[in-house]
């Protein structure tokens, strides 16, 4: 590899609810990142992580994700600074992802290893989202509510077999048959009888309030950009947090007008529909790299005794690289991106 190929910047990014590599909303923002600084773009590479049982990927364990487990996010950014130590490091988050991704660097502080962040469209207060789904516009109590739960339950239901048959799954058999008769549930309700009972919480409340990434931003040191429209039909716009972005350095957020949830459609001059939003998020990590950041502090990798890549002073924190002909299934970026089920 040539230098400027070792040290082109890199671009995790964390989907929505149950979407994946394949969502169109990702795909916009990969097309105009990855083109190369001459024509526009920011010459980056980019890791798109699925969650996992997300865009068909294969699981293996009664153990998925929520909205705050920051666990697979961390085990990404090890790989990629493995594999790109000398590259600049960005993230982004969409929707759930951006929640997750803006925890994750908050509790990582100032050992953060990236040097920028882009929040789109998170929810930031699940509290107050959950009573929005639950009680604020049409559209959202009597469609958006059980579109986010039914995608969920979808989720589980395409890999029920493991969480049937493990002995380590902490769901019962009653409650992930009930789950899987219900013609339709609400996000509230299924994060009240499964996501608190799976991950220990007293029920949907005390999830939402023990995931919310506004609670973590004094911890915050690295450059963040939220962008959100005031006019988000699933969350509403009552969570956003204003007060912190006041009075947090590190923190910007932009509420624009319009843009709905992972909208944000403009018509370009030949006539064809684009997304505003990868105009501001390369003109962000552009900034961000003009102002040469100081190298971000990196974790010290060691292979432990299994084989793995493991930050050294998290034992918690491991992967193994697996090529695609090694996996049973491997359809990264294959899905089909569909209006109800990115999120």
């Not at 009653?174 to 007293?202: C, M, P, Q, Y």
């Not at 973590?216 to 969350?235: S, T, V």
Request: aromatic share 10%; glycine share 10%.
């Amino acid at each position: 590899m040539s230098c400027t190929t070792l040290t082109r910047p890199v671009v995790v990014i964390a989907h929505g609810l149950t979407g994946g590599s394949h969502e169109h909303y990702v795909r916009a923002a990969v097309s105009v990142l990855t083109a190369s600084v001459s024509s526009g773009g920011l010459g980056a590479r980019i890791v798109v992580m699925n969650f996992r049982g997300c865009n068909n990927s294969p699981v293996t364990t009664p153990k998925l994700y929520h909205g705050g487990s920051s666990y697979d996010i961390r085990s990404v950014v090890l790989w990629v600074t493995h594999t790109f130590p000398q590259s600049t490091l960005f993230g982004i988050g969409f929707s759930l992802g951006a929640n997750i991704f803006t925890k994750y660097v908050c509790e990582e502080g100032g050992s953060c290893p990236l040097s920028g962040l882009v929040s789109l469209a998170n929810p930031w207060d699940f509290q107050k989202g959950g009573v929005y789904t639950e009680s604020g516009s049409l559209m959202s109590r009597f469609v958006y509510r059980y579109v986010l739960g039914g995608a969920l339950q979808a989720l589980y239901h395409r890999n029920r077999a493991i969480f049937l048959t493990s002995p380590q799954s902490t769901l019962s058999t009653s409650v992930l048959e009930n789950l899987f008769a219900r013609k339709r549930i609400s996000l509230v309700e299924f994060d009240h009888t499964i996501t608190a009972v799976a991950w220990g919480f007293k029920d949907a409340w005390d999830y939402y309030a023990n995931i919310s990434s506004p609670q973590f931003l004094d911890a915050l040191r690295i450059p963040l950009l939220g962008i959100n429209a005031l006019d988000d039909p699933i969350m509403g716009c009552a969570g956003l947090p204003r007060e912190e972005a006041k009075k947090n350095p590190w923190f910007v957020l932009v509420a624009t007008k319009r843009g709905g949830h992972l909208g944000w459609f403009e018509r370009h001059v030949n006539g064809g529909l684009g997304r505003w939003y990868v105009k501001p998020v390369k003109e962000y990590f552009q900034a961000l790299l003009e102002c040469d950041p100081s190298p971000r502090p990196k974790p010290t990798i060691i292979v432990n005794n299994n084989g793995l890549l493991q930050d050294k002073d998290r034992p918690d924190v491991a992967v193994a690289e697996v090529l695609p002909d090694s996996l049973e299934t491997f359809t990264s970026g294959d899905g089909e991106s569909k209006l109800f089920s990115g999120w």
